[in-house]
């Protein structure tokens, strides 16, 4: 009897959980684990309002949490994989929240436990390496493909394969260079076989997500191919229908393209792809070349 009201209370929690994640909520913040009594450096960290601005960019969001020791918790039911996995929040950088060595500290602190990341079993057992994000730590665009391939596994960065070769002539072609960008995946594992990232490894790998959106904080976010915006926004829309609109992601602007990989089989598609990249610079205030 007991056992079954725990389970009809589990089961309501977890259809609640599910029609907010539903509504675009990506994770729940968790309170500290333990009382702040056990963990005294916690005391002295108080979340900043406003973060250095870099440049000429003007930043206002940024809290650092306090600090609390690592601890991640997979939600271990049948269900889980629909649920976020949320770890405990990083803690405070001895740097000056919003400047450059913060927010290389904090995403140092995140490549870490990205590493030792065991969430995906099938993913962890065959990567050589987790292929973290790469790029500058300030950068206005943040771009997101869909997950590393055998190139990026074996050298632990994203982009680098034919599909990447090809992100670096559309990226100077719009007179930028990747250094200008941060760019990293929806998962940081290579799906064996370069097959779809599965909904429940995106759930997993989404805290990792999230982490570094808000560790670079862009104000454009380029998700390339129907699984990078599908996944960062929460819609089952074909990238066809994604493209050539700004939708709002935090304080991101988000804008959609076809993936290179796509082009590589369907070159036809590069001129869809250089429509949606103008409207990019535009809405970024960039030089659109003619
Ligand atoms: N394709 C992606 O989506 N990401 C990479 O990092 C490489 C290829």
């Known amino acids: 009897m007991a056992e079954d009201s725990t389970f009809a209370i589990d089961r309501a929690l977890r259809q609640e959980l599910e029609s907010w994640q539903r509504a675009g909520l990506s994770h729940l913040p968790m309170p500290p684990r333990r009382p702040p009594a056990a963990n005294p450096s916690s005391a002295s960290v108080k979340p ?17 949490p306090a600090a609390t020791q690592f601890t991640s918790r997979p939600i271990t039911s049948p269900q889980a994989h629909t649920l976020p996995v ?9 740097h000056a929240v919003g400047s ?16 030792a990341c065991i969430r995906c079993q099938e993913l962890a057992n065959a990567r050589t390496q987790t292929v973290f994000g790469v790029g500058n730590p300030e ?21 680098v394969g034919a599909a990447g070769q090809l992100l670096n002539k559309i990226i100077a072609a719009c007179g930028l260079k990747r250094e200008d960008i941060y760019i990293c995946n929806i998962l940081r594992c290579r799906p064996p076989g370069n097959r779809k990232p599965l909904p429940e490894e995106a759930g997993n790998c989404r ?5 570094q959106i808000a560790i670079v904080d862009p104000e454009f ?24 609109r700004s939708f709002q992601h935090g304080r991101a602007t988000v804008l959609c393209t076809y993936h290179p990989s796509y082009l590589l089989r ?24 003619v």
């Open 266 to 289: 369907n070159p036809a598609a590069k001129k869809d792809v250089w429509e949606d990249m103008k409207l990019f610079l535009k809405q970024a205030g960039l030089p659109v070349p």
């Open 100 to 115: 450059l060595e913060d927010r290389q500290w904090r995403l140092n602190e995140l490549r870490q436990r990205v590493a």
């Open 48 to 64: 900043p309002t406003t973060r250095t601005p870099p440049s000429s960019r003007s930043n206002s969001r940024m809290t650092a």
């Open 86 to 94: 949320v770890s405990d929040p990083l803690p405070a950088s001895p």
């Open 207 to 211: 805290e990792w997500l999230d982490g």
């Open 139 to 159: 950068a206005r665009f943040l771009f997101i493909g869909e997950a590393p391939g055998a190139d990026e596994d074996a050298q632990g960065e994203p982009f």
């Open 221 to 244: 976010i380029v998700c390339w191919g129907a699984t990078a915006a599908q996944n960062l926004m929460g819609t089952e829309e074909s990238i066809g229908r994604l493209r050539g």
